[in-house]
């Protein structure tokens, strides 16, 4: 399959990264992840927006602007046939000997992306278990930078305890997941932590407040305690690979009945509702 390689569409092992590249020394970069429903990107303009954000955030000025990036990575799904799947692109501050202050304004940032293939048939997801775990990244989870240690720190103890994901909190208030966002429902009111520096503002969260505002769901932007989420009716979690994705325990504890509530199934039938109908083939 194809890679896009800076403004190049290159084979597989033609792909060169440098050894001094700064992402591979320091995590010096930005990413996004865009899901394909049936060769379709899904809120393709929202991800690469996003991806320009943090890359302005983090002072890095990309060397192609968003409309490019989007024709780029279009052609990327058409050069390797992608139906079902993702497309996961990342930009470096570029390569250059390792300081930590950034490199001269000669040096360019390094732009990679490479498509993924999902199996024809979906998998149909199991309800996740959770793990609380203490969130301990730094103070702009809202860029979505190539630096997740403490992200992959906290997904590994979760998986170690035979969950799916880790339900991060900092000091007793939940804020996210480690690569998703996450809602608790009381009493019919949908929960989930306020766009700040202390989340990533999922652009599946915007799509699930887009969709309640359309079906009339109320939401509260208040962050929830960990103490709140085991009495709880329902949860769910959200990103671009999994969607919104009901929880059925959470450290142990079982949600509600541990199987989708109504709240949650309604807003997955919305979100569904929103996705790209698939070109005929
Ligand atoms: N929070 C974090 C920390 C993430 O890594 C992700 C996944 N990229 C999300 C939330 C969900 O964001 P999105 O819906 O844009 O995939």
Not at 130 to 156: G, P
């Amino acid at each position: 399959s194809m890679y896009l390689m800076n403004d190049r569409f290159v084979k597989n092992d033609e792909v060169s990264i440098s050894i001094e590249d700064r992402g591979y020394y320091f995590g010096d970069g930005v990413y996004e992840v865009i899901r394909v429903y049936g060769g379709i990107m899904f809120t393709a303009e929202e991800h690469i927006g996003r991806m320009y954000e943090s890359a302005e955030k983090i002072r890095m000025t990309l060397p192609y602007g968003p409309e490019e990036m989007l024709s780029k990575l279009t052609r990327l799904i058409e050069e390797n046939a992608i139906r079902e799947g993702h497309v996961y692109v990342q930009a470096t501050r570029g390569s250059a000997p390792r300081v930590h202050q950034f490199p001269g304004e000669d040096i360019t940032p390094v732009i990679t992306a490479y498509t993924k293939s999902y199996p024809e048939v979906p998998v149909v997801p199991e309800p996740a278990k959770l793990k609380s775990v203490d969130d301990v990244r730094w103070l702009r989870c809202d860029i979505k930078s190539l630096n997740l240690l403490a992200n992959v720190m906290a997904k590994q103890e979760a998986h170690e305890a035979g969950c799916l994901e880790a339900l991060l909190h900092r000091d007793g208030t939940v804020t996210e997941g480690s690569s998703s966002n996450m809602f608790g429902v009381k009493d019919g009111v949908i929960y989930t932590h306020p766009v700040s520096n202390f989340i990533l503002n999922g652009i599946t969260r915007r799509v699930i407040m887009q969709c309640c505002e359309e079906i009339g769901q109320p939401v509260a932007e208040e962050p929830m305690s960990l103490e709140d989420v085991y009495s709880m009716d329902e949860f769910f979690m959200s990103s671009t690979t999994n969607g919104i994705l009901p929880v059925s325990e959470i450290d142990g504890q079982k949600v509600g009945e541990g199987t989708p509530g109504p709240v949650t199934k309604r807003l997955m039938a919305a979100f569904e509702a929103k996705l790209p109908e698939p070109a005929p083939t």
